[in-house]
């Protein structure tokens, strides 16, 4: 039912409110501007060097971005969060009580969850992350 890797099982009587998915057409996004920046930035290294081929630096980019983009594609899609009537349930056994969130902000495609004792969690590459993130805190208004 819950893989334990990507989703954390609801507590007996914690009624689940929504899942968090991340979207893939947000997550292809991600990687080609890192892609892209990672590769602007090598080449200027190189270019600023003296190094006779600058374009090494866009080109390795573009390959080292893409191909860890595309191994660890699968594994970053199957992350879930779930929002419960009492906490946020994310990959791995991670359990944030909605009392014990000091506050949400959104950092791109990612919201960050910060925890009173200074824990910070990144739900990813979702396609709407400031109605996750307004989710999440109407949610601790009521918990």
Not at 93 to 118: F, P, Y
């Amino acid at each position: 039912m819950f893989d334990p890797a990507t989703q954390t099982p609801p507590e007996p009587g914690e009624a689940a409110l929504v899942r968090f998915f991340p979207d893939r057409a947000t997550y292809v996004r991600a990687h080609i501007l890192l892609a892209f920046v990672g590769g602007l930035a090598a080449s200027a290294i190189l270019a600023l060097t003296g190094n006779p081929h600058p374009w090494v630096g866009i080109v390795a980019a573009v390959l080292g971005v893409g191909l860890r983009g595309a191994y660890l594609m699968k594994e970053e899609l199957a992350v879930v969060w779930t929002l419960t009537d009492r906490a946020l349930l994310g990959p791995g056994g991670r359990r944030v009580a909605l009392d014990k969130i000091r506050l949400t902000r959104k950092l791109g495609s990612a919201v960050q969850v910060v925890t009173l004792t200074g824990d910070k969690h990144l739900v990813k590459f979702l396609a709407d992350p400031e109605t996750v993130r307004a989710r999440i805190e109407t949610s601790r208004g009521t918990a």
